[in-house]
């Protein structure tokens, strides 16, 4: 099957097997502007399967479009690999509010403290020893001035608090200014940082 073989309108609300395991239910994308970027569905996972396939259960989490087989004549959607390939997919993935995101989810979003000071746009995400451990925020001018900042900074996904879905964007747990003094921050944008 095609990326594009199927629009999402088609594919909501539909069940989601790997062989006879039914994984969980379709209920959604990303909208993004350029729908190249949107790579990855949401999924309301099962929770027998969560407890099973992911290192700490999560109730959604993204399906990679690239992994759907096709749509059977029972209305349900066959996935092309096995529960394995699943697993490993969402081990490549970041927690937010008790839900995971695929790297594509987050890429371009916008990153608000908690006091809702825009910081700037996700450009990239910082992986090491093979989690993701924080993103790549570019920053706008205005924070970069104010805080004398250099053009990216990298913020820990421990304060990554939520995300709003209708306004595409990431919210923090604190306010930048008190984050920035904080050692998880400062570890990351250090200097003798290198990524493992």
């Given amino acids: 099957m095609s990326e594009d073989s199927f629009r999402i309108q088609e594919l909501l609300q539909r069940e989601v097997f790997v062989n006879q395991t039914r994984v969980g239910v379709i209920v959604g994308e990303r909208y993004h502007p350029n729908e190249e970027r949107v790579q990855s569905m949401r999924l309301l996972v099962e929770p027998g399967v969560a407890d099973e396939y992911m290192r700490k259960p999560a109730e959604f989490a993204p399906l990679s479009k690239e992994l759907l087989h096709s749509i059977q004549a029972d209305g349900t959607v066959k996935l092309s690999k096995s529960m394995r390939e699943l697993q490993r997919r969402w081990r490549n993935t970041v927690r937010i509010d008790e839900q995971l995101y695929s790297p594509d989810e987050l ?17 990239g995400l910082v992986k090491i020893k093979r989690s993701y451990r924080g993103v790549a925020v570019k920053t706008r001018s205005n924070v970069r001035r104010r805080y004398d900042l250099e053009e990216t900074v990298n913020v820990p996904v421990g304060f990554l608090a939520r995300t709003r879905a209708r306004l595409d964007e990431i919210v923090l747990s604190r306010t930048f200014e008190k984050m920035m003094g904080l050692p998880s921050y400062l570890k990351l944008n250090s200097d003798f940082f290198e990524e493992e």
Wanted: net charge negative; charged share 25%.
């Fill in 107 to 123: 890429l371009d979003r916008a990153v608000l403290d908690s006091q809702g000071m825009e910081l700037g746009v996700v450009i």
